[in-house]
């Protein structure tokens, strides 16, 4: 996620220390890797409450690193951000969308440094700089205790009965709601505790 590995702490939900490590978000798996010397290392999400690299808080949702947008009265919502593989796969570099051999090169380098964890850390960074940039996917999701609801309009409606329905739409016609900006996601935080 970040061009770099950027320092960061691990909090435990056990009885174990928090870590300050060198930190960094795999894009397809969407965890946690980590510097050990010269080794990029995979942390088990298992026993981690929350990440903080700088600013932004990370948590782990259904085995997935998401960043924590906001809370509010037991309800949070999260964004997740995965690379797009389909996207990045798509062959559209030479004449009539075939691949180029140098480009296919250039992707399949890209790939092979995104499924390992304990990798060489100076041999991911040359191939990085060989390969291209990973397009990204982007979803938030509203967690409400166990449960989770991608923060789409049609999820959401889902996930309430008939009067919460109803009044949602009158939620979302009064604040002007749009469902693809995060200022918006924050707004519709007040729905649910209202």
Not at 41 to 54: H, K, S, T, Y
Not at 90 to 110: D, E, F, L, P, R
Not at 114 to 135: A, C, F, H, W
């Amino acid at each position: 996620m970040y061009e770099d590995f950027v320092d960061g702490t691990v909090y435990f939900s056990k009885e174990q220390k928090t870590m300050h490590l060198k930190l960094n978000v795999h894009l397809q798996n969407c965890t946690l890797h980590y510097l050990e010397g010269d080794k990029v290392m995979q942390a088990d999400p298992r026993n981690v409450e929350m990440i903080q690299l700088g600013d932004v808080s990370f948590i782990y949702m259904n085995g997935e690193l998401v960043r924590f947008i906001k809370a509010e009265e037991g309800v949070a919502l999260v964004k997740l951000v995965k690379a797009d593989l389909d996207e990045l796969n798509k062959n559209t570099h030479g004449a009539y969308g075939m691949s180029t051999t140098s480009s296919s090169v250039n992707q399949i380098v890209s790939i092979g440094a995104l499924g390992v964890s304990n990798l060489i850390y100076t041999r991911m960074r040359q191939e990085r700089k060989e390969g291209k940039d990973l397009p990204l996917i982007e979803k938030y999701y509203f967690i409400f205790g166990d449960k989770i609801v991608e923060a789409t309009r049609k999820e959401v409606e889902k996930s309430l009965g008939d009067n919460g329905k109803t009044k949602l739409k009158a939620f979302l016609k009064q604040n002007k709601i749009k469902w693809k900006e995060e200022a918006s996601l924050i707004k519709l935080l007040e729905f649910f505790y209202q």
